[in-house]
C-alpha cells in the first residue's frame, strides 16, 4: 500500500543554518506530494505541493522538488528561522480518492 | 483566507458517552475529511465525504463512528460510545477537488476519562 517515511526528528537547528528534511514515499499510480507544517498549539497548515514528477513546490522559503527516480520529496530551506519551530509533516495523495496519507512528522527546533 | 472552523476546540468526556464533533468547511469545496492524531503520533485518516455520502473509511472508522451534513454548511464527526483510547485530536478538511491540497481546521482535542 501506499506509505510516506520521514527522517526522524527532533531537528535542532541555530538560526540561519540550513535545513533538509527527508522524505521518501511509496505509492502506485502518480500521487501529489504535499508538506504541512504545524506550529505548537495549532493545526496544519499546508506548506507547499507538487503535483507531477519534477516538479519544486515552494512557499516562504522551503522548496521541495518531486523526484520520481529516487521516490523522494525533500524538504529544504536555505536559511531558518527561530519562527520556523514547528512539526512538518510529508504527505502524498493517490489519484484516486484524495485521502492523505502521511509521514510521523519531523519535529524542528531552531535556536536563536 | 477562507477558513475550516471546528467546535469545540476542547470536549472532556466520561467513557462511554456520545460525542458530536462539529466543523464548518469552506463554502465552496466539495470534498469533507476527518481526520485524527493520537498525541505525538502519525496523523490517520478516518473518513472522506463527497456527494453526501461516505467515499472512503480507514479500519479506525468502525460503526461507533459516523458523519453527517445536515445542511449546507456543517460536517459533524459522531462518536456514539467513546472509549479511552479515542482520546485525540480530531482534524476536519475540506479541498475543492480531490487532487489539491486540504485546507485543515484548527482541531478539536478530545480527552475521554
Known amino acids: 500500500g501506499n506509505s510516506v517515511t520521514q527522517m526522524e526528528g527532533p531537528v535542532t537547528l541555530s538560526e540561519e543554518a540550513f535545513l533538509t528534511i527527508n522524505c521518501t514515499y511509496t505509492?502506485?499510480?502518480?500521487?501529489?506530494l504535499f508538506w504541512y507544517v504545524q506550529y505548537p498549539g495549532e493545526g496544519l497548515q499546508l506548506l507547499l505541493k507538487?503535483?507531477?514528477?519534477?516538479d519544486k513546490g515552494s512557499n516562504k522559503g522551503f522548496e521541495a522538488t518531486y523526484r520520481k527516480e529516487t521516490t523522494s520529496f525533500h524538504l529544504e530551506k536555505g536559511s531558518v528561522q527561530v519562527s520556523d519551530s514547528a512539526v512538518y509533516f510529508c504527505?502524498?495523495?493517490?489519484?484516486?480518492?484524495?485521502?492523505?496519507?502521511f509521514g510521523q512528522g519531523t519535529e524542528l527546533s531552531v535556536k536563536p | 483566507e477562507p477558513e475550516v472552523t471546528q467546535t469545540p476546540s476542547h470536549q472532556v468526556t466520561q467513557m462511554g458517552q456520545e460525542v458530536i464533533l462539529r466543523c464548518v468547511p469552506i463554502s465552496n469545496h466539495l470534498y469533507f475529511y476527518w481526520y485524527r492524531q493520537i498525541l505525538g503520533q502519525k496523523v490517520e485518516f478516518l473518513v472522506s465525504?463527497?456527494?453526501?455520502?461516505?467515499?472512503?473509511k480507514s479500519e479506525i472508522f468502525d460503526d461507533q463512528f459516523s458523519v453527517e451534513r445536515p445542511d449546507g454548511s456543517n460536517f459533524t464527526l459522531k462518536i456514539r460510545s467513546t472509549k479511552l483510547e479515542d482520546s485525540a485530536m480530531y482534524f476536519c478538511a475540506s479541498s475543492e477537488t480531490s487532487r489539491d491540497g486540504y485546507t485543515f481546521g484548527s482541531g478539536t482535542r478530545l480527552t475521554v476519562v
Open positions: 507538487a503535483t507531477k514528477a519534477d
Open positions: 505509492a502506485t499510480g502518480y500521487p501529489s
Open positions: 465525504f463527497y456527494n453526501n455520502e461516505i467515499s472512503e
Open positions: 504527505a502524498l495523495s493517490s489519484n484516486q480518492g484524495g485521502k492523505l496519507i
